[in-house]
């Protein structure tokens, strides 16, 4: 298991308490700092089965500089922004053993990453 992780962020830092408690064996990836490649966003995005636009912080600045949210959705320039900005991705992302990821940003989505 692993998460995408930013340890500012209340969300995150409750879904790795949540893992922690749980007792599961996960890798932490500070994302801000090792930021995925575009490949790595492409693979997660595909077992999220969403779109980039959907795990997009649009209420970051860089998204309000970007103008996001009336950028034409192109899956491929969307995940090249993400990749180039990370702090855009929305966090945390657990993405577990057997394929799943969840944007689990809530404890009912982390029983779910956890089940």
């Not at 994302?31 to 999220?48: C, F, G, I, N, R």
């Not at 636009?53 to 922004?81: S, V």
Request: glycine letters at 6%; hydrophobic letters at 40%.
């Amino acid at each position: 298991m692993e998460i995408w992780h930013n340890p500012r962020c209340s969300k995150s830092r409750a879904a790795k308490t949540a893992l922690d408690e749980a007792g599961v064996a996960y890798t932490e990836r500070r994302y801000l700092d090792d930021a995925p490649s575009a490949e790595e966003l492409e693979a997660v995005l595909t077992k999220l089965g969403a779109e980039p636009w959907d795990i997009t912080r649009m209420g970051e600045q860089i998204a309000k500089d970007l103008d996001l949210r009336n950028a034409p959705r192109d899956r491929a320039k969307w995940i090249g922004i993400l990749a180039g900005h990370p702090s855009l991705i929305e966090r945390p992302i657990v993405i577990t053993d057997d394929g799943r990821a969840h944007v689990a940003r809530d404890p009912e989505t982390v029983a779910k990453a956890l089940g």
